[in-house]
Every structure is written in structure tokens, then in C-alpha cells.
């Protein structure tokens, strides 16, 4: 009698549970909306749906985003009482598991070399614009000939972080990444050519992302046996269905861009908070990317030891000779030290790392506390009369001339061609209202003190920040040449303005007061140093964590 009541309550319970089931819907597979079915071979909307996330990018590591001080929270020695500290929140994204390293700029050098030879004039700036300049390396009282000679190319060096590249130069760097990156996953995917990226590619045939996305046809300057030669590419030609020709942005397999993190971006995974997490709350706060507050190793095979490459006192770069505290004088191999709880290298030391952000004396948490970035500059793309993208050509290469007089390419050819957002885009938005950001509310003409007579900001006395302006034009008796003239004006009362970008961390050459991830210094964009370097950061796309929530944080292996 028992065990008969016992089957018959599981019966009920079964045919419940499938009459609940059969009434919901499997909207995987269908519309919400509408209730039309997804990807039917009739017709219809086409949707991926077995998308999973993103993949991880060459090189990177994930961090998970949240919320974290920004900014000094240790003694204000300096009493600049301008890195105050505010609360900020930046999204999930993904960085480079160490600095770029000089291996890795030699194969972007050697992919430039192949594609635009300096031998040929009109594209000799390409790859002359790209080079490091080898002679940040020289001082007037110091022997560093060796290496200017050599720490670029020789193999000894290789894994060590590249130098000498200025901020434009590291953009222009993440540009090519991402585009070769996208190329590698297309062949994977057979989808362009097999070995196209090797066998089609020249000055006037290049792979661009965003140039496949818009105009897929225009991908490897409109060659089709390269663009739809895979073999998946094929077998929809030969079915006439134009659904699977190319790949396009809903299918999500192409990659965000490598670009350079933000200072909040960067600052965040130095920082890597989540080792003093203990559920919801961070128990504490760090000084440096480690535990504690002292720069030496506290564990007992590795006591005494240095845990970041830096400069320990005045003559003093690596301790003495068998017995090197931090195994390095000038700067080191990457991922020479420990990394920290978000699996990355030599966030304090080594060499200090661009950043995206032009620098403001202070962050103005007032107006933004999430992903906060200064130096947003809009664009979109620009059209052709018969409503198509206009293609950069070998003939149209965009060239930037620096303040040093050195000339960088900005568009290649096989790019899209920007042009400034206007009216169209502003009229009645309120979320931003020009182009040009880089000013707002620290240093436009709300924020100045001209604000009477602000008529045009480039007047030396009306700018706000009027750091000196130097002037490169050309000779005018030789047009191939350059005249470089200094400012010379005795008014400048600053160095800070829109060409000066941030940069974070310590390196070889400082003392331990910089490794503090929330110090920052700037510098130039066009200029480059003996000790600064960069890494690549990419944004992630769809869900913040990848992990269940756990009541400490598991360190990645």
C-alpha cells in the first residue's frame, strides 16, 4: 500500500514536471518576439545561437571587472594633493599576461618591411615611422653604446620588453595585432584563403578588420579568391547562399581590438585587489601589486629577494655581483618575477607602460566613476558620393608629422578612412556634443578662466594648459627637408596639454616610490624613452565573470 502511494505521488510529480516543461517555450531556437523560428532552412532570421563567449586573445589574460579606489591612498609625500583617491568601476576585459616584448615588435617590423618596402619611396615612412628609436639608450655621462647597438635586435634580448616606442607608435602596434590576429582566425576557420595572409598579401592587397566588416569585398584590395577562397566559403558559393560568404560581427568570431588599457583598466589589474577579497569585501589595501608592504620576498626559499626590477639606491640597479637582489640591472626578460593574483607580469618594475589617457592633473570622478577614460576623440567613417566606404589606397596613405619632425603613418592602405563626427551626430545629444573630448571640463572654455574673452583656444594666452608648442614645417628652399623650431616663448607656464599621454608603474630606472600602482606620471605621445614600454588590453564582450561566485579568489594557474 505504501510503495503503491510512493509511485503514484512520483507519477504525478513526473507528468508535472513535463507539463511545466512542454509550456515553456525554447526561446534558444525561436523568437520572443515574435515566435518565428531561428535559422530555418525556409528563410528568416539567421541568429548564432550556439555562442558560448568570447575567446581569449593571443597573449592575454581575463581580469573581471568591479569597483576599486582609484588613485593614492598611501602618504602624499609629494603633496600634489592631486591623485586624490575616488571610487571607480571598470568592465571585464582582458590584458596582455606581460609588456610586449622585443620579439614581438620585430615580427610587426618584419610584416611591414615585407609589405611596404623602404626601398620604394612612397612607402618608405611606413616602416622607417614604425622603427624604435635605438638612442634613448645614450646618456652624456654613461657608456650605453652597446645597447643602442643591439638591445632592439640581438637574441639576447628578445623576451625582453621593447623601448624607445613612443605612444602613437604603440597604438599604430595594436592596430596590426588586431588585424593579424583576426586574419589568423578567418584561415582557422577556413573561411578567406588558405595561407593568404602570406601568398596574397602586398601594399595593394592588405587584411583590415573593420574594411571586412563594412566592405567585405574590399578585403585584399577586392580580391575575391583571397576573401572567399576558404573552403567554407566555397560550399556556400556553390549553394548561391550568400548567408555564409563572409563572416560578419553577429557571428562573433572576429575579435575586439587590441588597443591600449585605460589608466583605470591598468591601475585595476596592477592593483589585483581580488587577493584580499573575502566574499563581497576587500579585507585591506595594497601598496604594490603584492601582498604586503616591503619589495622583498618574505617566503623562505626566496627571503631577501627583490619582487620587482628596480633601482634599490643611488648607483645601486641589481645588488652586488653573485648575489643580485633583483637579477637585473638595466631592465630584465618578462615574467622574470612572480605575477600577480590576476595572472599578470611585471605590473611594478621593469619598465614603466603607455597608457590610453591624455593627462589631467586630477580624475573627474564628479562627471563619470565608470570605465573613466579622458581622451575620446569621435569619428566615423567616411563615404563616397555612391554611399560606399572610402578605402585608404597606396596613393592616399595618411601621414602624421610629429613634433620631433619624425613622420608616422596613421591609416594604412586597406584601411577606412575616419572623418570627425558633426551635426549629423550631435544635433539634440546629450551625452556628447563634438568630436573632440579630449578638453572637456579641464581645459575647454567652461573650465577657464578666460571664459569672457575664450574666442579660440589655440591663442597661446587663452589656453588653459599652454604647454609650448614646437614647430616642424617644411624648408623652403628644400621641400624635402625640415625645419625644426623650438618655442621659445618666456610665457609657458605648464608642460601638461593634449599630446600628453599617461604612464604607469615603475621601471629599472626609478626608485621604489613609483612601483605604487596609483602613481602616475606623463609624457609627450611623439617621444620615447629608456624605460618605458607598453601591453596590449582588450575589452570583453557579454558576461562580466567566468567563474561562479566563491568566497575567496582562486589564483590562476
Known amino acids: 500500500m505504501r510503495n503503491a502511494l510512493v509511485f503514484k505521488s512520483l507519477l504525478v510529480l513526473t507528468i508535472s514536471t513535463m507539463l511545466i516543461s512542454c509550456s515553456k517555450t525554447d526561446y534558444n531556437n525561436s523568437s520572443r518576439a515574435t515566435g518565428w523560428k531561428y535559422n530555418s532552412k525556409d528563410g528568416g532570421f539567421q541568429v548564432n545561437t550556439n555562442y558560448k ?4 586573445g593571443p597573449g ?5 571587472g568591479g569597483t576599486f579606489t582609484m588613485g593614492r591612498v598611501q602618504d602624499d609625500v609629494m603633496h600634489d594633493w592631486n591623485n586624490t583617491p575616488t571610487q571607480q568601476h571598470v568592465q571585464s576585459f582582458y590584458m596582455d599576461e606581460t ?3 622585443n620579439i614581438m615588435y620585430l615580427e610587426y617590423l618584419d610584416w611591414l618591411k615585407g609589405v611596404y618596402p623602404p626601398t620604394e619611396l612612397k612607402y618608405k615612412n611606413i616602416y622607417h615611422g614604425a622603427l624604435p628609436d635605438t638612442l634613448v639608450w645614450r646618456n652624456r655621462l654613461g657608456f650605453n653604446e652597446m645597447m643602442t647597438n643591439n638591445y632592439l635586435r640581438h637574441p639576447a634580448y628578445a623576451n625582453y620588453p621593447v623601448v624607445g616606442v613612443n605612444w602613437i607608435q604603440a597604438v599604430e602596434f595594436s592596430k596590426w595585432r588586431t588585424d593579424r590576429v583576426n586574419e589568423r582566425i578567418l584561415e582557422e576557420e577556413k573561411v578567406i584563403k588558405q595561407n593568404a595572409p602570406f601568398e596574397d598579401v602586398s601594399a595593394e592587397s592588405t587584411f583590415n578588420t573593420e ?3 563594412n566592405a567585405p569585398s574590399q578585403t585584399y584590395g577586392g580580391n575575391d579568391e583571397a576573401t572567399r577562397g576558404g573552403s567554407k566559403s566555397e560550399q556556400y558559393a556553390k549553394r548561391n547562399d550568400s548567408t555564409g560568404l563572409y563572416i560578419q560581427r553577429k557571428d562573433g568570431l572576429l575579435l575586439p581590438q587590441y588597443r591600449l588599457p585605460t589608466e583605470a583598466e591598468w591601475e585595476y589589474a596592477a592593483l589585483g585587489l581580488v587577493e584580499l577579497r573575502s566574499y563581497n569585501i576587500y579585507r585591506g589595501r595594497k601598496k604594490y601589486p603584492w601582498k604586503g608592504q616591503y619589495t ?9 629577494d627583490q619582487l620587482a626590477n628596480f633601482k634599490q639606491g643611488d648607483g645601486d640597479y641589481g645588488g652586488i655581483a653573485g648575489w643580485s637582489d633583483d637579477g637585473a640591472d638595466i ?3 618578462v615574467a622574470s618575477y612572480n605575477p600577480n593574483d590576476y595572472g ?12 590610453a589617457d591624455v593627462y589631467r592633473p586630477i580624475v573627474d570622478d564628479e562627471y563619470n566613476d565608470f570605465n573613466y577614460y579622458r581622451g575620446n576623440v569621435y569619428t566615423k567613417n567616411a563615404i563616397n558620393p555612391d554611399g560606399t566606404v572610402k578605402i585608404v589606397t597606396t596613393d592616399s596613405i595618411i601621414y602624421d608629422t610629429l613634433s620631433n619632425g619624425k613622420i608616422v603613418a596613421r591609416v594604412l592602405p586597406g584601411g577606412i578612412l575616419q572623418t570627425p563626427v558633426d551635426e549629423n551626430e550631435t544635433y539634440l545629444r546629450t551625452n556628447f556634443t563634438q568630436s573632440d573630448n579630449i578638453n572637456f ?3 575647454d572654455k567652461s573650465s577657464s578662466r578666460y571664459y569672457e574673452g575664450f574666442q579660440d583656444e589655440s591663442i597661446p594666452n587663452r589656453r588653459m594648459y599652454n604647454d609650448p608648442i614646437h614647430q616642424v614645417r617644411p624648408n623652403e628652399e628644400d621641400s624635402t627637408k625640415l625645419d625644426r623650431r623650438y618655442d621659445e616663448s618666456s610665457k609657458r607656464t605648464t608642460l601638461v596639454g593634449n599630446d600628453k599621454r599617461v604612464y604607469k608603474g615603475g621601471s629599472w630606472k626609478d626608485r621604489a616610490y613609483w612601483l605604487d600602482p596609483a602613481q602616475r606620471r606623463f609624457f609627450p605621445q611623439d617621444m620615447s624613452t629608456d624605460y618605458i614600454g607598453f601591453r596590449n588590453a582588450m575589452s570583453r564582450v557579454g558576461e562580466k565573470s567566468k567563474v561562479k561566485k566563491t568566497p575567496k579568489h582562486t589564483k590562476p594557474k
Do not use: C, H, I
Open 99 to 101: 609588456e610586449v616584448t
Open 441 to 443: 571640463r579641464d581645459g
Open 296 to 304: 622583498r620576498s618574505g617566503k623562505r626559499r626566496s627571503r631577501g
Open 53 to 56: 563567449e568570447q575567446e581569449t
Open 344 to 355: 599578470l607580469y611585471d605590473m611594478a618594475g621593469n619598465v614603466a607602460e603607455w597608457v
Open 60 to 64: 592575454l589574460v581575463f581580469v573581471e
Open 211 to 213: 574594411t571586412y566588416l
Open 331 to 333: 631592465t630584465a626578460p
